[in-house]
Nanobody
Framework: QVQLQESGPGLVKPSQTLSLACTVSGGSITTNDYYWSWIRQPPGKGLEWMGAIAYSGSTYYNPSLKSRTSISRDTSKNHVTLQLSSVTPEDTAVYYC???????WGQGTQVTVSS
């Protein structure tokens, strides 16, 4: 059973870079055909797909966020990381990591952008 857990600071100041990690257990992030996504949900709004990283290391981004988003991985720690630069209060959201096309989601982590 694959399990995912997001971690990172709950409060980030405007203009800074938000950095989150998703630690995966019960499976390797490099397993063939496994893809790992970051998704967020701002308060009162729907889910927004931010991007994904494949088992191969290839990355895919939401065009609306691509200029500010970087997804990478650390295979030694079996985790996937998200960096979102130049954050504003509009980036306040619950951030989730998930294995694509499966019900395997993390619990989500609240990130608030505020000075």
């Amino acid at each position: 059973q694959v399990q995912l857990q997001e971690s990172g600071p709950g409060l980030v100041k405007p203009s800074q870079t938000l950095s989150l990690a998703c630690t995966v257990s019960g499976g390797s992030i490099t397993t063939n055909d496994y893809y790992w996504s970051w998704i967020r949900q701002p308060p009162g709004k729907g889910l927004e797909w931010m991007g994904a990283i494949a088992y191969s290391g290839s990355t895919y981004y939401n065009p609306s966020l691509k200029s500010r988003t970087s997804i990478s991985r650390d295979t030694s720690k079996n985790h996937v990381t998200l960096q979102l630069s130049s954050v504003t209060p509009e980036d306040t959201a619950v951030y989730y990591c998930a294995r694509v096309n499966t019900p395997n989601w993390g619990q989500g982590t609240q990130v608030t952008v505020s000075s």
